[in-house]
């Protein structure tokens, strides 16, 4: 019997060998091309110089006519001359642009600016005709001048040019960075016209001094988050600080 077993396990050894000289072996893990990565983060950093070259134009801008511009191809070519700018490094390579329903309607653009006047539409079926800037200046009632003003979402992860001039990272939600301090629901445009209740007008009297401030230069850094009163600022919010470039 135990001749028989001892036989039986050299059996069964023999054709496990066997199987696993047979086997194609396992392919090695993938890892980046060192050439992308390295054109991935030239082209980022070259798209952060354009990200603080509009935010320098929209500065002028708003000093001038203490407002923001409705698009950023109003910044051509008085605060912004030369129109390259406008385009992403990543964009001047494949040929993208910013999707049709929010580019700006008069000179080709990577970039999407998050307080043009474009009406929400669907997006906020209680108040459709309110526009894309209404909404992100009520998002500011909640979260300050952490708000995108300028989006390059031709980027993983994508760059988000800040109110008051940061450039963080964030996937393409980039509200989930601040769960910590706000619902993320709460941020939506129907839930922000819906539970604020105020009008254009109350919303400028209440919140206009983070658009008036602005023309001044960007807040310290620290101070946005004063601006909703309550809020902690420990977890989602150091993670953001972390993410600035």
Request: contains cysteine; hydrophobic residues 40%.
């Amino acid at each position: 019997m135990p001749l028989r077993l001892a036989s039986w396990l050299g059996i069964l050894l023999a054709g496990s060998l066997a199987a696993a000289e047979l086997a194609p072996a396992a392919p090695p893990p993938k890892s980046p091309t060192p050439g992308k990565t390295s054109r991935a983060a030239a082209e980022k950093q070259e798209c952060i110089r354009h990200l603080k070259a509009i935010y320098a134009a929209i500065q002028a801008y708003q000093a001038d006519h203490h407002d923001l511009p409705n698009w950023l191809s109003d910044l051509v070519p008085r605060y912004l001359e030369d129109v390259n700018m406008l385009l992403c490094p990543v964009c001047r390579r494949t040929g993208r642009t910013e999707s049709p329903s929010l580019a700006d309607p008069k000179l080709p653009s990577s970039y999407l600016f998050e307080f043009c006047p474009v009406p929400l539409g669907a997006a906020a079926t209680n108040a459709p005709t309110r526009t894309r800037r209404e909404w992100k200046r009520r998002q500011m009632s909640l979260l300050g001048s952490d708000v995108p003003l300028v989006r390059c979402r031709h980027h993983k992860p994508m760059l988000n040019l800040a109110f008051d001039g940061r450039i963080y990272e964030s996937a393409s939600v980039w509200e989930l960075l601040f769960t910590n301090r706000v619902n993320v629901a709460e941020l939506t445009p129907a839930r922000l016209f819906a539970r604020l209740g105020l009008s254009g007008e109350q919303v400028e009297s209440q919140f206009g001094h983070l658009l008036e401030a602005f023309q001044y230069g960007a807040p310290p850094h620290g101070g946005p988050r004063s601006t909703a009163p309550g809020r902690r600022r420990g977890g989602t919010a150091a993670a953001t600080r972390d993410r600035c470039i």
